[in-house]
């Protein structure tokens, strides 16, 4: 068991990092501002689920390896990179077609949780930030290692979570409340997309140690 010091230490320590917007937020702000907040929702959801199995990697030792490894970490950075290309020029591209449906993306459940989970499973920050914070947290004398790093990861999931959705929630409103007007809200939409390519872009350009 985790002794209580470590968990309060790193509830806090992990409050002050989720709170500071990261390429997740972004992701879900983007998403939002395109689609709508049921969509940002979904895409919290999906872009957590996405971030599990770099967490049981990192926990069996694995994503030490992956994180450390200039061919795979770049590899999984630009699959992650054109995937989020895609989803925003996906989003400019159908803006119109959500008008005509009341602006509301036409999307499945599964579908947006789907891709939200693919952004989080080829984000390669979410290795390294797992393997370069989680093991500080870790005591060597309360159990298996492994299983205190899932529970941590897990942990820092739920506040994740909740946080990121705050930040779905409030994009989504203020996108129904500009978007009152077709023009406005196509215009919405396309900005949720270019700030997907952006996104997208910035992390294909980022190195393995930034």
Request: charged share 10%.
């Amino acid at each position: 068991m985790i002794p209580i010091e470590h968990l309060v230490a790193f509830v806090l320590a992990s409050i002050v990092l989720i709170v500071i917007p990261g390429p997740g937020v972004l992701f879900v702000v983007g998403r939002s501002i395109a689609l709508g907040r049921r969509a940002g929702v979904l895409s919290v959801l999906g872009n957590s689920l996405g971030n599990i199995p770099a967490l049981i990697l990192v926990a069996f030792g694995v994503g030490a390896i992956v994180a450390s490894s200039v061919v795979a970490f770049t590899a999984i950075k630009i699959v992650g990179a054109v995937y989020l290309v895609y989803l925003g020029v996906q989003a400019i591209r159908h803006r119109r077609s959500r008008i005509e449906q009341g602006g509301r993306a036409p999307a499945s459940v599964l579908t947006l949780l789907r891709q939200g989970f693919f952004v989080g499973m080829t984000n390669p920050k979410t290795i390294a930030f797992f393997v370069a914070v989680l093991p500080q947290f870790v005591a060597r004398d309360a159990g298996p290692i492994w299983l205190q790093l899932l529970m941590l990861g897990l942990i820092f999931q739920v506040l994740a979570i909740v946080c990121d959705s705050m930040w779905a929630l409030a994009a989504g409103t203020a996108r129904t409340w500009f978007g009152r007007s077709p023009r406005r809200l196509s215009a919405l939409s396309g900005a949720g997309g270019v700030m997907m390519i952006g996104l997208g872009g910035a992390l294909a350009f980022t190195g393995a140690k930034s």
